[in-house]
């Protein structure tokens, strides 16, 4: 696996984070390591239908956990979020099959246990052209605090319902796709081993997959310095904590520290 490359995020691409919420870091991840994460995703996979619950394969999967925890991967998100901690949250797979639908607008910190910074690496395992289910980010809103209303997904990465019970707490999902040209609307196509990173607060969505091939993706979830444990509605079950009380510091067996710099 590789190990600690000094540097990688350079000025330009820390400005488009900081700015944007969103940048694409090209030919991050080398062919070895994507191979050996592509044998691991499909694992995960195969083992459940659900877009969404392939998740926290990093328990189990040595690859997968060689990655979250002892690449330069949590390097890389420390210098994004300037911060002297990371602590790994959980990690998942997306896969967009063939003519798969387009996953909705959201923003990812209401279905988070976690208040504080946090960030996701969103590696391509495939190539994602622009029709092949690329994801999309509106520029600068991870700088709104605003917390858009979570829903329930379906198979395919499609809305079910919203969530229940949390009246009040969060902001109806404005249609974004009609205020598009309100927006900047960052969208890329990527190689395989490109890495796009964002901002756990910028809102974000897939375009449908209308190519004739699956689109992996294996995104890592990580927060930064003080960060804290928060459990409320919205909350995705699958990725809270049985011992950790709301307001305390995330380290735990479950959401290691990943990366400490002491000075
Ligand atoms: O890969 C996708 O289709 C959606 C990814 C996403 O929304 C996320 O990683 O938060």
New binding site residues.
Partial sequence: MSQVAPDLVDSVTLDAFERDGAVLVQSLVDAPVLARLRTATDAALSQSEN?FRRQRMWESDPVCRDFCLHSFAPLVAAQLLSTRKINLLYD?V?A?EAGAVA?PW?N?QPYWPVRGPAM?L?LALDGVPFAG?S?EFIAGSHKWDRWFQPFVTGND?GVDAPYEATDGLFEPLPDFDCERDQHTVLCWEMEPGDVIA?HAMVV???RANSSKQV?R?Y?VRYTGEGATYHVGPGVNPRITNDTLRPGQQLDSAQYPVAYRRDV
């Fill in positions: 877009y998942q997306f967009k996953t959201h990812d996701t969103w289910g994801l990465g964002f974000h969505g897939a689109r993706g995104a």
